[in-house]
């Protein structure tokens, strides 16, 4: 919202009328302060609410003031067992906004009712612009994971698995890690354990630049994760001109188009992944279907703008359903 042209004046935005943008960090108190102070100056105002954990002090300011609120779900935060406040807060909530069909299962299965959550498919700056299609005789044998290594569900071990299945068919084969966290000294010891160190690599977090050329580098995208509420790194990986392997468990496979886009295996399942990586590697003309209608999804669905659009739409007509 705040890069629509019409919330913006010469001046800047009508922060008069809109409000403002802050960060806070840790700092609960200050945070806490001036969503009161907002809440007296804004009367008429819907609000939105874009974390489950700040729902309670939402539904509690717009109790105050008699205002509607609404809160966006991502999906993971449902997991752990939420507070009964948290439950309170969501299930009265006027409206939510869940980030895909799974994360709306989620939600529903928590008590929230089902006629007052919109899926919101998420989107994601197009880090390709200048996109040119590549010809397999660029590409190299390597697969990329992009994601944090804290959580265990995204699929690491089904990858380490799934190399050492294919570590003799497909000699060439790389399997590249992108991302850091808690658990990442102990999943790069797995691949020692494994004896997969001359086909594995672990690089951490990296630079916007360094990224970026791990996508150009990146035969496959695969992250058979199964609790992805959307997977924005589906979408960046798309945007390059990517094929993706997903799970068939969440919302991977809204994102991917199974047989079109990429493929989305039983989750938790080593064979099934190491074959679909092994049908991509060896069929050049299925990569460049893939990675043609990959790039043509995602500017047609994932990009900043289509997501701008379907935010605005989706919190004008909750609006104009208030009367």
């Not at 409206?95 to 939600?107: D, G, I, L, R």
Request: aromatic share 10%.
């Amino acid at each position: 919202l705040w890069d629509d042209p019409k919330m913006a004046t010469a001046d800047g935005l009508l922060a008069q009328e809109r409000g403002h943008v802050n960060f806070y960090s840790n700092q609960h108190r200050p945070f806490a302060r001036d969503l009161l102070r907002q809440a007296l100056r804004h009367p008429r105002d819907i609000w939105l609410c874009t974390h489950f954990n700040h729902a309670p002090l939402c539904y509690l300011v717009c109790c105050l003031s008699r205002r509607r609120f609404g809160v966006m779900l991502h999906a993971a935060e449902l997991d752990d067992v939420p507070t009964w406040l948290k439950l309170f807060s969501v299930r009265r909530a006027n409206q939510v906004f869940a980030v895909s069909e799974f994360t709306k299962k989620k939600a529903v299965r928590l008590g929230v009712n089902p006629e007052r959550v919109t899926v919101l498919y998420n989107g994601v700056d197009d880090p390709c612009p200048d996109y040119v299609p590549r010809t397999t005789r660029d590409e190299k044998q390597t697969v990329l994971f992009v994601g944090r290594m804290d959580e265990r569900y995204k699929g690491q071990m089904e990858l380490l698995d799934a190399m050492q299945l294919l570590r003799r068919r497909l000699p060439d084969l790389r399997l590249v890690f992108v991302g850091g966290g808690r658990t990442f000294v102990e999943w790069r010891h797995e691949k020692h354990v494994r004896n997969l160190t001359d086909i594995v690599e672990f690089r951490g977090r990296t630079s916007d630049e360094e990224l970026a050329q791990a996508y150009a580098e990146a035969m496959i995208f695969a992250m058979p994760s199964h609790n992805e509420g959307f997977g924005l790194v589906y979408a960046e990986a798309m945007a390059h001109g990517v094929p993706c392997i997903g799970s068939d468990r969440d919302a991977a496979s809204e994102v991917i188009v199974h047989g079109e886009t990429g493929f989305c295996v039983p989750a938790g399942n080593a064979t099934a992944l190491a074959d679909a990586i092994m049908t991509m590697v060896k069929s050049p003309a299925l990569r460049e279907q893939f990675a043609r209608a990959s790039r043509e999804r995602f500017i047609a669905n994932f990009t900043a703008q289509r997501y701008q659009e379907r935010l605005i739409s989706a919190v004008t007509g909750w609006r104009d359903s208030l009367g």
